[in-house]
């Protein structure tokens, strides 16, 4: 199994690089337009660059890029903020446009960053949060669910929620959804259209490789978004941006979801990050996924036996793009990986996750990763001070 696109991204030949889930590679086209777009834009063409270079509509118009890697229509995405602050926007304006629901659904275990945006919007609205376990939220949407807040890719597990069931049931209940594709878009299948979402967020710099920090996405269905009122009414989502009147017009499309000025640099570092998909099917990113996920069980459960245990779906369907193993000394364990040049990461309190980025990541990858981990487990390498220390990231 061959990586689909290795050589558009410039990783150390002696990395095995795990954890494009959390931060992806970087692609090699990155560094030079950065360096063009400082030196032909942004030095010689100065403020002039927000018209002359089409800096103003990048949130936009780069989000075109994203549109086959979620199948949805470019006039439905955006790109913006942080994902916690573009989730922030979605629940609210979901929130505004369900007035009278007094419930936000999700689920227990949710990433954090989800569970304590919700809280708090519910708080400032006096809402209620209410998080069920996974297999119950679609039971549990009734009809004072205002919206139902869940990430598609359990970001521990790697469990997969029935996304189509999911928005039909909570359509059915007339309540709206908003999904985070943190771990999902770009990693595996993700039908926005086919599925009727309504609305949707997801991360910049995993596996859509746009760099540290990079700015995230928003998509709101064509068919909701002039019933979707921004909550942060922000100049550059007015209608008139330049008209500069006093009072508050949301822009007719997507752009309403904007807030203040975009980072023009990081965004063109993500549109170099989404360029790694240009040609590329997302059915076989899809398949080359599921095959590398469990040729790494196949093979960490040949090597290691009992030492570790699966704790994610043993069904590829079931499952996202990476992997979580779990070990009583997982932290340890990780640094005496990472310290081999295996790099993944842990998520406490004892999970090693190991992620497998389809455009770089290949078989030969994964067979010396489950390998190496053989042999840690087997020395005990792990058991020695200095992969005890916690950093502050782990
Ligand atoms: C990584 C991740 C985020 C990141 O949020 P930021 O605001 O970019 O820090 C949010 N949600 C999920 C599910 C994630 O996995």
Redesign the pocket.
Known sequence: MEALARERFSIPNDVIYLDGNSLGALPRATPERLRALMREEWRSDLIASWNKHGWIDLPMSIAARLAPIVNAKPAELLIAD???VSLFKLLAAAARARSGRKTILTQRRN?P??LYVAQGLCDMLGLTLRAVDADAVRDSIDDDVAVVSL?HVD?RSAAVHEMAAINRASRDAGALTCW?L??SAGAIEVDLAGTECDLAVG?GY?YLNGGPGAP?FIFVAERLLETMHPPLQGWMGHAQPFAFEDGYQPAPGIARFLTGTPSILAIAALDCGLATFDGIAMADVAARSRGLSQAFIDAVEARCGDAVSLASPGDPAARGSHVCFAHPHGYAVMQALIARKVIGDFRAPDLMRFGFAPLYNDEGDVLRAAEILGEILDSRAWDDPRFHARAKVT
């Open positions: 942080s994902t916690s990433f960053t989800d990430t970001y985070d943190s771990h991360c995993k995230a």
